[in-house]
Antibody, heavy 119, light 107 residues
Framework: EVQLVESGGGLVKPGGSLRLSCAAS????????MSWVRQAPGKGLEWVGR??????????DYAAPVKGRFSISRDDSKNTVYLQMNSLKTEDTAVYYC??????????WGQGTLVTVSS | DIQMTQSPSSLSASVGDRVTITCRAS??????LNWYHQKPGKAPKLLIYVASSLQSGVPSRFSGSGSGTDFTLTISSLQPEDFATYYCQQSYNTPWTFGQGTKVEIK
């Protein structure tokens, strides 16, 4: 059974940093593309970014609002994908979901972790 | 960035109704269009990928169609568990972008 478990969310001040982790199991993680999607309170879904598998180049892409501040990385030895968030703004407050990517879709989702950016 | 526009933003329907939600892309995205639904407090769930392929385990009352810029999600006979918010998403170009959502409510 595919499982994605996010952790690392919490309260952080504007300008601060946070690293989210997503521990994966139930599939061959090293072959998977992974993505992060967020949802601000009461709002719709927003794609944050994606990392390809190392065999596909391991490259990353990001949405404009987070480019240059957020970075996605992976540790295939730990079956874990990370979202490093720097220079956080109040508008980054959201539930952050980790997903697997297959044929461009997010086929499995974690339960989400809440990030609150507030002074 | 490719903009995705869903219509309507919300709708009221009864159990057993046929429901159609549309999604329009700001440029051609071939068939790189996915549909999800989300219930309050839960993670979204994939329903349809590449415009018309039904995700494993999703009931056959859900179907998707379209290509280019115009796409449709149809629920042939609405069930109580289908009341949720529905999102389309394009994966033709990064950044992959979502529509604003369509809330399906009980009439």
């Amino acid at each position: 059974e595919v499982q994605l478990v996010e952790s690392g969310g919490g309260l952080v001040k504007p300008g601060g940093s946070l690293r989210l982790s997503c521990a994966a199991s139930g599939f061959t993680f090293s072959n998977a593309w992974m993505s992060w999607v967020r949802q601000a309170p009461g709002k719709g879904l927003e794609w944050v970014g994606r990392i390809k598998s190392k065999t596909d180049g391991g490259t990353t892409d990001y949405a404009a609002p987070v480019k240059g501040r957020f970075s996605i990385s992976r540790d295939d030895s730990k079956n874990t994908v990370y979202l490093q968030m720097n220079s956080l703004k109040t508008e980054d407050t959201a539930v952050y979901y980790c997903t697997t990517v297959w044929r461009g879709s997010s086929d499995y989702w974690g339960q989400g972790t809440l990030v609150t950016v507030s002074s | 960035d490719i903009q995705m526009t869903q219509s309507p933003s919300s709708l009221s329907a009864s159990v057993g109704d046929r429901v159609t939600i549309t999604c329009r892309a700001s440029q051609s995205i071939s068939s790189f269009l996915n549909w999800y639904h989300q219930k309050p407090g839960k993670a979204p769930k994939l329903l349809i990928y590449v415009a018309s392929s039904l995700q494993s385990g999703v009931p056959s009352r859900f179907s998707g169609s379209g290509s280019g810029t115009d796409f449709t999600l149809t629920i042939s006979s609405l069930q109580p568990e289908d009341f949720a918010t529905y999102y389309c998403q394009q994966s033709y170009n990064t950044p992959w972008t979502f529509g604003q959502g369509t809330k399906v409510e009980i009439k």
